[in-house]
């Protein structure tokens, strides 16, 4: 909570305009706070003194307390529990409708409305999930090193390789082992469709071999940890599902989209339209995106070289580390002079010092990524095509904070602090989570776009 405001300010500040009052009027009223003591009709007064709207016995019951129901006799004792109040109120109107005015005209004078709201805000309880029983069709597990035989690249490259050389038994072997797995992937699609529960809905992007296997272990790592293991939630994962129709497949996958509570998007080393194209309809939906941006620290890098390496162990580690610069920074190619170096001669070329360009390379672009959805991409807040209100993507950079935010999610649990920032003379308001510490909801300091957005989402369309 900021600095304690005056008694006049906090009425502005939960009504989101400013009185016209006079100056001594204004220090008039302000001194009612030095011993502050307001019933709601005293409530009233002031805001009418003021020049604002009145609000009924319920509303100002939620300022006191959180509760709806008024209680003979309540009562606001200090400018503090006024402060906590008015924000309390003002992140329900974020949450709900990203404009403060208009939700306190609508909230203040709609017993029903306001009512709809806090119920809607409170946290469920784990029986929810809990009680709920197992589903009629289990997800067979494939496991992670054997995911990427569901991709379908690895299905052109085992048929070129038997077109070349029809007595390549390795293959021939590899091939085969894929169509068990791709029957096991076929049932669990069946399975993902059938259940009558879906939380959770992962998007990622997978092409190549190792990135299967990193996004299979992630996910399986997430959903184990214990705060979400003793919840029966369900997710889809992508690693355990194939669908050999690309119709199909997109129709299937938007009807999760649709039913998921949210969903977990994976930041990788480059980003696809069709992952960016569910991180959009979901927060279009007005439901909530939690990204996940590894570090991309040592321990990272090495896993990655590690997977590679087992993946393609004719390949030299020098060339897996040139590879990987490449992916993650074409241009070095180009104007890094040490790297050019490296690729016109590769057998003098100094593995250890190409390993910490190497991790130096992949933290600066997870961490530009993730400094891209949480500050500056325009696309990290997008806006709930029905009601209008601004939703952003949570940022997270661990399993754990992943987790644990997933959890506050699917219990309606999650916490959040009101920050203001003045941008060209003017105040935006921002709700941040609390974990992730992301841009949840915002208000526009921009009064004319703030006028014209809520007149057009809030009035029927001619």
């Not at 939380?199 to 299967?212: I, P």
């Not at 040139?322 to 016109?344: G, I, R, T």
């Not at 003379?425 to 526009?444: D, G």
Request: with cysteine; proline share 3%; glycine share 4%.
């Amino acid at each position: 909570m900021n600095k304690q405001k005056d008694l006049v300010i906090l009425f502005e500040t939960m009504v989101d305009d400013k009185s016209s009052i006079a100056k001594p009027k204004r220090t008039e009223i302000n001194k009612i706070g030095d011993k502050l003591m307001l019933g709601h009709s005293q409530f009233n007064e002031i805001l009418l003194l003021l020049g604002f709207d009145r609000v009924y016995p319920g509303f100002f019951q939620y300022l006191v307390d959180g509760t709806i129901d008024y209680k003979d006799g309540s009562a606001i004792e200090s400018l503090q529990a006024l402060e906590k109040g008015v924000e309390r109120f003002r992140t329900l109107a974020l949450l709900w409708f990203g404009n403060i005015k208009f939700a306190f005209k609508a909230l203040s004078k709609d017993p029903y409305e306001l009512e709809l709201k806090v119920t809607d805000t409170r946290p469920w309880k784990k029986s929810y999930y809990i009680s709920r029983h197992p589903p009629i069709s289990d997800i067979d597990n494939i496991p992670a090193e054997k995911t990427y035989f569901l991709g379908y690249l690895i299905a052109d490259k085992l048929k070129e390789r038997i077109r070349k050389d029809k007595n390549d038994l390795e293959a021939r072997t590899l091939y085969k082992e894929m169509g068990e797995y791709l029957k096991i992937g076929k049932k669990n699609q069946l399975a993902y469709l059938s259940s009558d529960h879906l939380d959770v809905y992962v998007a990622t992007s997978m092409r190549l071999e190792h990135e299967y296997i990193f996004v299979s272990r992630f996910v399986a790592n997430v959903f184990s940890k214990p705060i979400l293991s003793e919840l029966k939630i369900r997710w889809f994962d992508p690693t355990q599902a194939y669908c050999d129709d690309r119709i199909d497949k997109g129709l299937s996958e938007a009807l999760m989209l649709k039913r998921a509570k949210c969903t977990l998007y994976l930041v990788q080393e480059s980003d696809t339209f069709g992952k960016d194209s569910e991180l959009a309809s979901t927060l279009a939906q007005g439901k909530p995106v939690v990204a996940y941006v590894p570090h991309g620290n040592k321990k990272y890098v090495d896993g990655l070289l590690s997977n590679l390496k087992k993946l393609n162990p004719k390949k030299s580690e020098i060339d897996i580390v040139l590879e990987q610069l490449e992916v993650f920074k074409p241009s070095l190619a180009w104007n890094d002079k040490k790297v050019m170096s490296w690729l016109s001669d590769r057998n003098n070329t100094n593995l250890a010092e190409a390993k910490k360009h190497l991790y130096e390379v992949v933290k600066k672009h997870y961490d530009k990524r993730a400094d891209t959805l949480t500050e500056t991409h325009p696309l990290g807040i997008q806006v709930n095509l029905i009601s209008g209100v601004a939703n952003g993507v949570l940022v997270v950079r661990n399993e754990s904070d992943c987790a644990k935010l997933i959890h506050s999610i699917l219990l309606n649990d999650m916490k959040f602090e009101i920050c203001t920032k003045v941008v060209r003379r003017e105040k935006y308001v921002y709700l941040r989570e609390t974990i992730s510490k992301s841009i949840f909801r915002v208000k526009t300091g921009d009064r004319l776009l703030d006028n014209s957005f809520w007149n057009f989402y809030t009035e029927p369309q001619y």
